[in-house]
């Protein structure tokens, strides 16, 4: 492991709490205005177009567009299947920018400021380039460089988006290492050339929802990222 | 000014004095290696050669490359012209990296991070995005995302370069300001409809050859980044 040089993140699960996140926010502004529901749910229900609303442009049905237009198109459908009609336009557009102001997980900002003092560090999420500056100004992360979706205008788990990150850096994969709390994204990194560390957010989707254990092969494995710091700085 | 969000800079003159540090770096590989000459004047050839291959990108001759492909390519040219002849790759290659450790003006960082309580700010330069996170973290800055050439796919003053860089930020043109001390970048930005602020670096080619004022119709006007700030907050 002597030459890793850079560790690219996974976002969304990985790093910050997208799930109790969204039903805040989606509580706070949709309340007032007299809807009701289970907010929870509701992030679920949200969260579950993700997927679908990627494989449009993975599958070059779709051509590159932003995460916040794929998530915006994704909550209207959720609104209209959860019976939320009356919800106006800028509502929406606000309700849509609760993707840029989720809370990290309770380690991340310490974990990152300790990894970083060793390595560039990077975003390497669907998450587009100002959400992702946005996300690290509302939790306080100091990233080298935001690569991603973005920057191969592609989603992972296509490969172009784990071997533009590692060209953007001027190293080779081998010299990058993917983290991420997801066995499906550190085997496509792996398949790219990278190297993996798989942190574990059991509670992602809900109490022990997450994958507690990596299903496939990985350099490092986790609890949380102070504990990656700890497991590199042994190497 | 009330509706400006983000600050996007210059780099090389700018926010870093390439001349000395050019030169600083040139003699302390070289020399060891008996290499005699003016290395401020080996600097200067070296950067001569700059807007040329640029140009070989600007017009479609040649598709976007890196900036360290066209440094690498302009300092055999240069190595060539001055007469040192038996310097070998492995040389060159570490040589060319001098551009991934410039050293900063001396107000550059307390000047970006007194801005970065107010704006969000990113290089909007011609350097690739590797080496805008080594000059980062040599000089200790903290972006929020690196823009520019790489991200554009072409180099300035070309029109896509400022608009890739303020619809990477989700923002319209006009709440995006280029900061640079060159009158040919602020106008090529002010033409894409960012707004301008010039900062004099008067010494960037040697003593008083850089532009003490701007020569085209600026929004701001300052002697140094902290000056900048000062203007700004005055709005």
């Known amino acids: 492991m002597a030459h890793i040089k850079a560790l690219v993140f996974d976002v969304f699960g990985t790093l910050v709490d997208w799930r109790t996140s969204i039903a805040h926010h989606a509580e706070q502004q949709l309340a007032p205005l007299g809807v009701r529901d289970d907010w929870l749910a509701f992030a679920d229900d949200w969260r579950a177009q993700y997927q679908p609303a990627m494989e449009e442009v993975r599958t070059g049905r779709l051509g590159y567009v932003k995460l916040d237009t794929l998530h915006r198109r994704n909550l209207d459908v959720v609104l209209r299947a959860r019976g939320h009609h009356a919800i106006n336009d ?26 970083r003092q ?3 560090l990077g975003p390497c999420s669907n998450g587009h380039i100002a959400l992702m500056a946005n996300l690290a100004r509302h939790n306080g992360w100091h990233w080298d460089a935001i690569l991603g979706a973005e920057l191969a205008q592609d989603y992972k788990p296509k490969a ?25 994204d550190l085997q496509a990194a792996a398949a790219s050339g990278l190297r993996t560390a798989f ?4 509670h992602e989707y809900g109490p022990n929802t997450g994958e507690p254990r990596a299903t ?6 986790a609890s949380d990222l102070p504990h990656l710091a700890r497991l590199l700085r042994l190497e």
């Open 90 to 115: 800028a509502t929406r557009a606000r309700l849509n920018l609760a993707w840029h102001a989720l809370q990290a997980w309770p380690d991340v900002a310490q974990g990152l400021s300790a990894l």
């Open 199 to 202: 942190v574990a957010r059991p």
């Open 160 to 184: 172009v988006v784990y071997t533009t990150a590692a060209a953007a850096l001027d190293m080779a994969p081998h010299e990058v290492m993917m983290v991420a709390a997801h066995s499906n």
């Open 216 to 221: 496939v092969p990985v350099d490092f494995e």
């Open 118 to 120: 060793q390595f560039v």
